[in-house]
């Protein structure tokens, strides 16, 4: 009987592993989404899907995966943008990646530059950031089709949708503030002011609060989400002195809800703020060179972070305060997404 037992269990692990969450990381350099496994720790797949691959989500129903794919060249700190090569526009996209293939399946129309975007709650439309012409695009999955269009501040990157659908959020890096839209009448309905430069933002579980995590302001801006006007900040520093000190880039929120996980960019730090007291309780340095994207574990334990610069993606495990795996992607990692 010791070997149909050994079989079992052999069929019980495959299986395991099968229905195991994965990470996905969008690429920038290399145009793929890179799928690891976060228990082996180590890369199972490399998915062609287009130009500078940046924004990354799984879809609600957790069947695809969503990336943002630009034509636009890529700038960056200190790069003359007048002597870039033109865009192609045709490489402008949200790539659909089908889970189970592991296969790009189509690409959907976007808007010109999409750089992050966010979901609706029920799966059917995406709200996307595009960059270089100051809009949102409301794209409805099913047809694959622009929608409408809404006028938000200049250099729009992070997108985020409130839990009931209302509202979608997006920050202006050019304008330092949060443009606030109705999704009902695509347009916008209040802006808000951040610190300089805002990267992402993320909605208190009860959605009456929201934070702004603001790149060159080293901190995060507090906004109430019911009068729509800043509550103050929360400055964001490192332990180990960096040159250009912590950059707040991506943030998560803890399963409970009470604490906000930042990742911070040329800092090379994951943030931990108390979101009752608004203040920075921990940092835990030296995840990655550029940690930007930033995902949490299902059981709330593990914070995964995307290092475009040490070209890896980290997973930091928040009681001890340690890097427990590091796992070499090479290329640009930008974002990350974990399946259901």
């Given at each position: 009987m010791a070997k149909p037992c050994l079989l079992l269990l052999v069929l019980f692990a495959a299986c395991h592993r099968a229905h195991s969450p994965l990470l996905y990381v969008s690429d920038e350099d290399k145009g793929a989404v890179v799928v690891v496994d976060p228990v082996r720790a180590k890369v199972v797949q490399r998915i062609p899907v287009g130009k500078r691959p940046r924004g990354i989500q799984v879809s609600r129903d957790g069947k695809s995966v969503y990336v943002a794919l630009s034509g636009s060249p890529r700038g960056g700190p200190n790069v003359d943008e007048s002597k870039l090569p033109p865009g192609d526009r045709s490489a402008d996209g949200i790539g659909v990646v089908d889970v189970a293939s592991g296969r790009l399946v189509r690409t959907i129309e976007s808007g010109q530059d999409p750089e992050a975007f966010d979901q609706s709650p029920d799966g059917k439309t995406l709200y996307v950031s595009?960059?270089?012409?100051?809009?949102?695009?409301?794209?409805?999955?099913?047809?694959?089709?622009?929608?409408?269009?809404?006028?938000?501040?200049?250099?729009?990157?992070?997108?985020?949708?409130?839990?009931?659908?209302?509202?979608?959020?997006?920050?202006?890096?050019?304008?330092?503030?949060?443009?606030?839209?109705?999704t009902r009448t695509l347009a916008a309905i209040a802006h808000v002011p951040t610190g300089p430069r805002p990267r992402s933002v993320v909605f208190s579980r009860d959605g009456k609060t929201c934070y702004a995590m603001d790149e060159a302001g080293h901190m995060v801006t507090v906004i109430d989400a019911v009068a729509w006007k800043a509550l103050g900040n929360v400055v964001v520093s490192t332990n180990s002195p960096m040159f250009m000190g912590a950059r707040p880039m991506g943030g998560v929120l803890s399963l409970d809800g009470t604490q906000l996980y930042v990742s911070t960019g040329r800092g090379g730090s994951l943030s931990i703020i108390d979101l009752a007291t608004r203040k920075q309780v921990r940092s835990i340095d030296g995840v990655g060179d550029r940690p930007w994207g930033i995902a949490l574990s299902a059981d709330g334990k593990t914070v995964y972070t995307a290092n475009g610069t040490s070209h890896d993606l980290t997973m930091t495990d928040l009681q001890s305060g340690n890097v427990v795996h590091r796992v070499a992607l090479g290329g640009l990692p930008w974002g990350v997404a974990l399946s259901k």
């Open positions: 595009n960059e270089e012409t100051a809009e949102l695009s409301f794209v409805d999955v099913a047809s694959g089709k622009i929608r409408g269009r809404a006028a938000v501040g200049h250099e729009p990157e992070g997108v985020t949708v409130s839990t009931d659908g209302s509202i979608v959020l997006v920050t202006s890096e050019a304008d330092s503030d949060v443009t606030v839209v109705d």
